[in-house]
Nanobody, 123 residues
Framework: QVQLVESGGGLVQAGGSLRLSCAAS????????MGWFRRTPGKEREFVAT???????TYRDSVKGRFTISRDNAKNTAYLQMNTLKPEDTAVYYC?????????????????WGQGTQVTVSS
């Protein structure tokens, strides 16, 4: 059983940056694809970024060029660097994990989820 704990959320002005972290335990982190999703009130949880176990990454169009997903297998931690933040990026951000190496982009693809961290971008 994999446990995921997000941190790094907060309040930031538009144009600012935040880095989210996702600390994993209970599994072989290097064997998992890691993903980031977000949810705003009244909407479904949506895909943000994913990084397969073997590397590479893919993003939703609205964050391309602004967000960067990365991972440190030695620290069992995934990251989401968010730059040039916009008010529409305001959401609860969740990290997710699935064993294997593919560019999974659907909520249902992932087996493990963190509790979420709130990101609020003021205009």
């Amino acid at each position: 059983q994999v446990q995921l704990v997000e941190s790094g959320g907060g309040l930031v002005q538009a144009g600012g940056s935040l880095r989210l972290s996702c600390a994993a335990s209970g599994g072989t982190f290097s064997g998992y694809t890691m993903g980031w999703f977000r949810r705003t009130p009244g909407k479904e949880r949506e895909f943000v970024a994913t990084m397969p176990a073997t590397g590479g990454s893919t993003y939703r169009d609205s964050v391309k060029g602004r967000f960067t997903i990365s991972r440190d297998n030695a620290k069992n931690t995934a990251y989401l660097q968010m730059n040039t933040l916009k008010p529409e990026d305001t959401a609860v951000y969740y990290c997710a994990a699935k064993y294997g190496s593919r560019w999974w982009t659907r909520r249902g693809d992932y087996d493990y989820w963190g509790q979420g961290t709130q990101v609020t971008v003021s205009s």
